[in-house]
């Protein structure tokens, strides 16, 4: 291919010395026309949520609704229950899209089976189909939105920000997730769970939302800062090292004494039994049993 | 060892197996090898040099590691720590390690015996201490003298009571601390942690918010806080609170509690009635509130009754109304005592 | 049987010649005279056994933490006074705290080796109470608390309570979050007492919770008052141990009479001493890899706050554990409140437990009226009703533990608090009924194997078919020392009514306490199965050399069951008779 290029251009460009022309240049241009085309073509293409119709999202929304959630929450989030007064699915009318995108997005929903309570798991949809589920709810019934970056991002909180947040956080929510946010039991089978490696933005969004049996803290109460300091918290104590050591998965003198037991009783009594076993012995001559 | 005539079952009744013996010693390879032994010798000599090694490196690393502001890590571990108790550790260990190793392959061996001796002292020993304390009983004459002895011991006795007396004010009587906290009419009920107040709009159902007295985020005519220190944790152990918001279908009030909420929305003690952790693991689906320490829960829906657990009393509401200006607040004091039960509380 | 060795020279011992140890030593004997003691305890022996080292693990543990625990006394500052947190941890730069929770955030972050010590501490602490809980186990099992060692039972029982109360003030020294809401329940523990309970509570906080005086007061208790106690009682317990000599488990050259192991010096002082540093050594690894107590991470105490997980360390669990799992019962009389949810389990139970523990020595002799001295060890299976009755109350207290985790069983287990609670509140009741029932059948079970292989012979693997397709399991009689060993036990002897008649023919009725007693022993020995007599190993043996004369043929062959493919060659004289003693 080099070699047509070279023998096309030595043909057209005569007066070109070929010793003044790289041997990169070919490969070089060939770049340059890719790239261009490229960038011509993104800078001209419409971009993609902005320049869409909002009414679009809804519809494209409501299609990926009535395949994987109306079986539960209702062919319209009305919701549905059972015979026996329980709820299939709640209705969604008013949860808005903030719910959605926290729900959808860490994967506990669509639920794979019914349960007391619905665990973080893998995500099925992308994030535009997430967008797109959560521009249809929002349509349902107004309801908290997705939050803005500006809001959930703590990369440069002030350590006051994370000291208060850190205040709030114990006052607040370590009664169910545990001083560590290593999480807490419910009753009937139900649980908090952990809230190490969750996105700011879905702990903002959890604590507006109020999922499952998770409390709401509006914003009228715990305002924006607030929150946006607890989640400093939360990602400041997530990077501090572990000073004493390994933490035993954060969870208190429960498996503290579990490790006291098995590894210090544990080795501490097999050196023992070390100690007074007896040593080899020089063969025995043959006489006793 | 085998000897014949231990062959031959024993005659008595108690012994149907006559004992053997100690065994005869056998020796280790060790005391046959002298190549066993100088390896032996060189492997316990190796461990406590290790040891020493390791301490060394311990008293390094105490200068190296930085704590403080920047601390160093290893591997996502404060270094400091990881780095003077691990070699500390190994530095110990060896030593013991060691030492085992000296006495199990290199020390002598041989088992001996030692006999025992009764542990009751000897009838003459105890002849003798009984008669040393019949004389020196006999010469104090006790018994003869009941009315000293009497009196000794009433003296003694009396001496009990300054024991007892001096404590007295290790603390004040509890009168009637217990059944009263600071809330009172008009108190406002303020978010935890930021004192703002809290307009029933502000709540949406299946809120939960953790309050407090308003009191405390109000300073002094000298500029400083009422409550702080210790007489703020000591209100703060009875005057917590919490505010949930439910749909007012949901609540069944009791009688004369009709009025206690606002819109669906109630405030109730935050310390259990249990033993007193404060509690706020509410489930906004059921209206059950969960304390984490002995797993008691409330219904809040229906006046804080108990339903699970091994606390025995409902959690006490605050009846709350909206104030002049629209905020939470209380309409007066908890009518009965807050927290853990006791013999006097009624 | 060969002379006893008193020695383990060949040589007759002679005093070294003096050299500058000597000098100092003689020194010292001049004022103090040592040598009398010394000479008889530097030879002391000691039975060699792992089992008998569960005990050292406690007692170095010990000296672990009056080390490490002087270390942060230099540091820490027991007050309840307000301060502003300014050291360098920084998510609580700036927070209002006592001063104690800040003197041990210092020692964490600013104190070189601090966080260390702190863990060791702790660590060592753990170690302390669960060794205590294994050697008692130990102890108890082998029937090691028998006459003359009741009382140092006694001691040791007050060492395990006082070690708990220990490890109690200490954690709660920091004044953090968790150990904070431990304290306050500690509190509504004494306000559920009757009549005194908030006459306790004010005078020990010195008015309402949490007051400024229980942190200072708790400092006195951990530091002063409870370790002269226990080194007290620590110093009680090895004098009896000294003066008793240790048991040892029966064998061969082993009596009632005696002690056969190892001198003091060298053996056991480098042993004993060796798991010194063993013990140091773990608790430092430990203390360096294994984060304990990260009360950075709990925050300071504060009443409105509290952590999922709340439990106190491992040794209270079990009582946390009773708390949880009653019903909420109270009784409103005459305008008082009876709290019983509180009051039965954490003063009444624990109170109740204690005493039987302390009891059981003096329970088991008023049972089998046995008043002899006893030297000797008794294998557990040797004792079916003492050690059934042990694992009783382990089933008990295991039950009731885990019942002080369930909020954590239920998360890492995906399991329902409320089952949880709904299983152990009947587990409690019918688990040690059912450990009871199964460990002594199993007991005697395994004295009945051991009945088996002292009469029949072990086996030995070897399958013989005879002529006519049977198969068969060739047996050895057990070696004389393990015989022996099996057979080195006392005979039980339940307790019997007078069974004297008078002149008139009418049976003596024995007091109340007698039947009783006769009864009780009865039901602790009853099953058990006796070491053979005499006449029963006769009978045995005959009926082996019975067996022998049938496989007679078969002498002179191989003897490993190959008899009859020709794949091993007969060993010149070699054959199975020859195997036996």
Redesign the interface.
């Known amino acids: 291919m080099l070699r047509i290029f070279q023998r096309t251009t030595g043909r057209v460009a005569g007066s070109i010395s070929r010793r003044r022309r790289s041997r990169f240049a070919a490969p070089a241009v060939l770049l340059i026309g890719l790239l261009a085309m490229g960038g011509v073509y993104a800078a001209f293409t419409p971009a993609d949520a902005a320049k869409q119709d909002d009414a679009t999202e809804v519809a494209k929304g409501k299609a990926l609704f009535l395949v994987g959630c109306s079986s539960c929450h209702g062919m319209n989030g009305e919701g549905i229950t059972t015979k026996r007064g329980k709820q299939l699915g709640p209705p969604l009318v008013g949860v808005g899209a903030a719910a959605v995108d926290f729900q959808v997005g860490t994967g506990r929903m669509p639920m794979a089976q019914p349960g007391v309570q619905v665990p973080r798991k893998r995500v099925l949809y992308s994030d535009e189909e997430i967008s797109q589920l959560g521009a249809y709810v929002a349509s349902l019934g107004p309801g908290p939105e997705v939050p803005a970056k500006s809001e959930y991002d703590v990369a440069k909180a002030s350590n006051e920000s994370v000291v208060r947040g850190g205040e709030i956080f114990r006052t607040n929510c370590t009664a169910c997730h545990n001083f560590a946010g290593s999480g807490g039991a419910l009753p009937q089978g139900k649980y908090a769970p952990k809230l190490t490696g969750v996105t700011e933005k879905h702990i903002y969004e959890a604590l507006l939302t109020g999922p499952q049996q998770m409390p709401v803290f509006s914003d009228a109460v715990l305002t924006p800062e607030d929150k946006a300091d607890v989640i400093a918290y939360l990602k400041k104590t997530e990077k501090t090292p572990g000073y004493g050591g390994f933490s035993m998965g954060a969870l208190g003198p429960v498996s503290e004494g579990m490790f006291a037991w098995l590894v210090g009783i544990g080795v501490l009594v097999g050196f023992a039994v070390w100690i007074a076993a007896h040593t080899a012995r020089v063969k025995k001559t043959g006489e006793d049993a | 060892?085998?000897d014949v005539h231990?062959?031959e079952?024993?005659?008595?009744?108690?012994?149907?197996?006559?004992?053997?013996?100690?065994?005869?010693h056998?020796?280790?390879?060790t005391?046959?090898d002298p190549a066993a032994e100088r390896r032996a010798e060189r492997q316990v000599a190796m461990l406590f040099g290790l040891s020493a090694v390791f301490t060394v490196l311990c008293c390094v690393s105490?200068f190296v590691f930085a704590?403080?502001?920047n601390?160093d890590?290893i591997g996502?571990?404060?270094a400091?720590?990881?780095?003077?108790?691990?070699f500390?550790?190994?530095?110990?260990?060896?030593?013991?390690?060691?030492?085992?190793q000296?006495?199990?392959?290199l020390?002598?061996?041989?088992?001996?015996?030692?006999?025992?001796h009764?542990?009751v002292s000897s009838d003459e020993d105890r002849d003798e201490a009984l008669a040393a304390f019949d004389a020196g009983v006999t010469e104090s004459g006790i018994g003869r003298r009941p009315l000293i002895r009497n009196s000794l011991i009433g003296a003694m006795a009396a001496l009990g009571l300054p024991a007892v007396i001096f404590?007295r004010d290790?603390?004040?009587?509890?009168g009637n601390?217990?059944a009263h906290t600071v809330w009172k009419k008009n108190m406002r009920v303020v978010?935890?942690?930021?004192g703002?107040p809290?307009?029933p709009?502000?709540?949406?159902?299946?809120?939960?918010?953790?309050t407090?007295p308003g009191v405390f985020y109000k300073d002094g005519p000298d500029g400083e806080p009422l409550y702080?220190?210790?007489e703020l944790?000591?209100a703060?152990?009875?005057a917590?609170t919490i505010l949930?918001r439910m749909h007012p279908d949901d609540i069944t009030p009791s009688r004369g509690r009709a009025d206690w909420g606002v819109d669906g929305i109630l405030c109730f003690s935050?310390?259990c009635t249990?033993?007193?952790?404060?509690?706020?693991?509410?489930?906004?689906?059921?209206h059950?509130l969960?304390c984490?320490?002995?797993?008691?829960?409330f219904d809040l829906a229906d006046n804080g009754k108990?339903i699970?657990?091994?606390?025995?009393?409902p959690l006490p509401q605050l009846p709350i109304m909206v104030d002049s200006a629209g905020y939470l607040a209380a309409q007066s004091d908890f009518t009965e005592p807050v927290?853990?039960?006791?013999?006097?509380?009624? | 049987m060969k002379t006893p060795f008193t020695s383990n020279g060949t040589k007759a011992a002679v005093a070294p010649k003096p050299n500058r140890v000597g000098a100092a030593a003689a020194w010292a004997d001049e004022r103090l005279g040592l040598a009398t003691m010394a000479k008889k305890q530097i030879r002391k022996v000691f039975p060699d056994h792992w089992s008998f080292m569960l005990g050292e693990i406690a007692l170095w543990s010990f000296v672990v933490l009056l080390l490490t625990g002087t270390f942060l006394t230099l540091w820490f500052r027991p007050s309840m006074g307000e301060t502003v947190y300014n050291g360098s941890y920084d998510q609580l730069r700036g927070l209002e705290m006592s001063e104690a929770y800040a003197s041990t955030l210092d020692i964490s972050f600013d104190v070189r080796a601090g966080l260390l010590m702190r863990q060791m501490h702790h660590w060592s602490a753990m170690l302390f109470i669960a060794a205590m809980l294994v050697h008692l186990m130990r102890v108890y099992f082998t029937g090691a608390f028998r006459k003359p060692r009741e009382l140092n039972w006694v001691i040791g029982s007050l060492l395990l309570l006082l070690g708990t109360l220990e490890g109690f003030t200490g954690y709660s020294l920091p004044d953090d979050l968790l150990s904070g809401t431990g304290i306050r329940a500690a509190d509504g523990f004494m306000k559920s007492m009757p009549v005194v309970g908030t006459y306790m509570s004010f005078f020990l906080f010195g008015g309402e919770f949490p007051g400024d005086s229980i942190i200072p007061r708790l400092y006195t208790v951990h530091v002063l008052l409870i370790p002269g106690v226990l080194l007290a009682l620590i110093a009680a317990h090895m004098l009896l141990l000294v003066y008793h000599k240790h048991t040892q488990w029966p064998g061969p050259g082993r009596t009632n009479d005696n002690v056969v192991g190892y001198p003091m010096l060298p053996v056991y002082a480098a042993k004993a001493g060796g798991f010194f540093f063993i013990v140091f050594g773990v608790t430092a690894l430990m203390g360096a890899f294994l984060s304990i107590n990260p009360v950075w991470r709990y925050g300071s105490y504060n009443p409105s706050e509290v952590t999922a997980g709340s439990q106190p360390d491992w040794y209270m669990g079990w009582p946390d554990g009773a708390l949880r799992i009653m019903p909420g019962w109270e009784t409103h009389l005459f305008g008082f409140t009876l709290s019983w949810n509180v009051f039965l389990p954490i003063i009444v139970l624990p109170g109740l437990m204690f005493t039987i523990l302390l009891m059981l020595p003096f329970v088991e002799s008023w049972i089998t009226g046995d008043k002899r001295n006893h030297h000797l060890l008794q294998r557990p299976r040797n004792a079916p009703t003492r050690t059934a009755l042990m694992v009783a109350l382990m089933t008990f207290y295991g039950l009731m533990w885990a019942a002080g985790g369930n909020d954590l069983i239920a998360i890492t287990f995906q399991l329902s608090i409320n089952q949880i609670t709904h299983f152990m509140r009947a587990a409690v009741f019918l688990g040690p009924v059912i450990a009871f029932i199964v460990t002594r059948r199993w007991c005697i079970s395994l004295q009945r194997k051991d009945q088996d292989d002292l009469l029949h012979g072990y086996e030995t693997g070897v399958i013989m078919r005879d002529p006519l397709g049977g198969y068969t399991e060739r047996h050895l009689p057990l070696p004389t020392a393990a015989a022996y060993t099996l057979t080195a036990r006392d005979r039980d002897e339940i307790r019997q009514l007078d069974p004297s008649t008078d002149e008139h023919g009418v049976a003596a009725k024995g007091t109340g306490k007698a039947r009783l007693q006769a009864r009780l022993s009865r039901w602790w020995y009853g099953h058990n199965v006796q070491k053979p007599t005499v006449a029963e190993l006769e009978e045995a043996h005959h009926h082996v050399e019975e067996e022998d004369a049938h496989d007679a043929p078969l002498v002179g062959h191989a003897a490993d069951g190959h008899q009859f493919d020709g794949r091993h060659d007969v060993v010149e004289g070699d054959d199975l008779a020859h195997h036996r003693d």
């Open positions: 060892m085998s231990s062959k079952i024993a005659r008595t009744e108690a012994d149907p197996i006559a004992d053997p013996g100690v065994e005869s056998l020796p280790r390879p005391d046959v105490y704590v403080g502001d601390p890590t996502g571990l404060g400091s720590n990881v780095a003077i108790g691990g500390l550790g190994l530095a110990l260990l060896f030593i013991g390690i060691g030492a085992i000296w006495a199990r392959k020390m002598g061996d041989h088992e001996m015996i030692e006999m025992r009764p542990s404590l290790l603390g004040p009587l509890p601390k217990l978010q935890d942690v930021t703002v809290i307009r709009s502000d709540m949406q159902i299946g809120q939960l918010v953790n407090e702080h220190g210790t944790l000591q703060k152990t009875k917590a949930v935050k310390i249990h033993v007193g952790c404060p509690i706020s693991l509410w489930e906004q689906q059921t059950h969960l984490p320490c002995h797993q008691s829960t108990v699970f657990g091994p606390a025995a009393r927290g853990p039960s006791y013999w006097e509380r009624g």
